[in-house]
């Protein structure tokens, strides 16, 4: 599956953005990781075939992941942003359950304080 990501950019912390992410096809999962220089990549949120969602500890309750099933496409709604939530984010995806994640291009969020 291809996968093109969209959104992210420049806001001051407290602030909000979205992200998006369009699918070639139907997937199994997606969702989004993010990495900082010098850090592993670490997952964000997933929305699994269903509706099923999950997320990281550190953006519960401030992060919303859903789908839009008829467009493929994925949105991270992020809100309350922190400084910390400054990263490269990565949409991810997958076709079927135990493929291989493909992954889109990243995109920058950046998060002022």
């Known amino acids: 599956v291809q996968l093109q990501a969209s959104g992210g950019g420049l806001v001051q912390a407290g602030g909000s953005l979205r992200l998006s992410c369009a699918a070639s096809g139907s997937t199994y999962v997606m969702g989004w990781h993010r990495q900082t220089p010098g850090a592993q990549r670490e997952l964000v949120a997933s929305i699994y075939v269903g509706g099923i969602t999950n997320y990281a500890d550190s953006v519960k309750g401030r992060f919303t992941i859903s789908k839009d099933n008829a467009k493929n496409t994925v949105y991270l709604q992020m809100n309350s942003l922190k400084p910390e939530d400054t990263a490269v984010y990565y949409c991810?995806?997958?076709?079927?359950?135990?493929?291989?994640?493909?992954w889109g291009q990243g995109t920058q969020v950046t998060v002022s304080s």
């Open positions: 991810h995806g997958a076709h079927r359950f135990g493929a291989a994640y493909s």
